[in-house]
């Protein structure tokens, strides 16, 4: 009886060698919207929000990209949300977004200096944006809470450098169209655009629009 409890404990520790391959270490890393709102995640403890795909990477090593998404694509490996989350943290009524990773889940040990990169996709709009960490010293948790990373979905704001800009008279042939532009801002998901006094917005995902035919008269635009 004693041999077989033996054996039997030895079997069920050979998971947790296999999902830790190198020195375990947690990162947490705070999350906010460019609003400094709190991003649309709800899930707590060991879960994956469905709106989100994560990836991690050790620049410094080959072909050990790790990603939320499954399946995965090719180039990546699946880690469950024990490993690689984005999820609600902290206690209520001071809950915060942030994603986690373990270190250890990559198969070449990790070693202080090296760089990490994280990318946050928001799936609903696919804006996605990335950061990079240097690997600190030591084998304690990584836990960074200020600053916080920025995130998808990504706010509107008011376009810059719109062309024709305001009050600008242009001489147009009756009948001809024209392409409004303006800057494009490099985390947005997309512009909304109200044409000549209307209250619906349109939706655009790119900083150009064409207008309908016109003709002679006054339009606006914002």
């Not at 879960?47 to 050790?58: F, L």
């Not at 490996?77 to 490993?83: F, N, P, R, S």
């Not at 202080?112 to 600190?136: C, F, H, K």
């Not at 008279?169 to 800057?183: K, Y």
Request: hydrophobic share 35%; proline share 9%.
């Amino acid at each position: 009886m004693k041999a077989s409890k033996i054996l039997l404990l030895i079997v069920l520790s050979l998971p947790l060698s296999y999902l830790i391959a190198g020195t375990p270490r947690a990162y947490l890393q705070k999350c906010s919207l460019d609003n400094g709102q709190m991003p649309p995640v709800t899930n707590t403890g060991n879960t994956m929000s469905p709106d989100y795909i994560v990836t991690a990477d050790i620049l410094e090593t080959a072909d050990e990209m790790i990603t939320t998404q499954n399946p995965a694509p090719a180039g990546y490996t699946y880690k469950e949300a024990t490993i690689l989350r984005i999820c609600r943290a902290g206690t209520n009524p001071n809950f915060y977004t942030a994603t986690f990773l373990q270190l250890g889940t990559f198969p070449t040990q990790w070693h202080a200096g090296e760089t990490l990169r994280m990318n946050v996709q928001y799936i609903p709009t696919g804006a996605a944006t990335s950061w990079d960490l240097q690997i600190p010293a030591g084998t304690t948790s990584i836990i960074i809470t200020n600053p916080a990373q920025v995130i998808p979905p990504f706010s509107f704001g008011p376009a810059t450098n719109p062309y024709p800009a305001d009050g600008v008279n242009l001489d147009l042939a009756s009948g001809s169209t024209l392409d409004l532009s303006w800057t494009s801002v490099g985390q947005a998901d997309g512009y909304k655009l109200y044409w000549n006094g209307a209250t619906e917005y349109i939706e655009l995902t790119e900083p150009t629009w064409t207008t309908p035919v016109l003709l002679t008269g006054a339009y606006s635009w914002r």
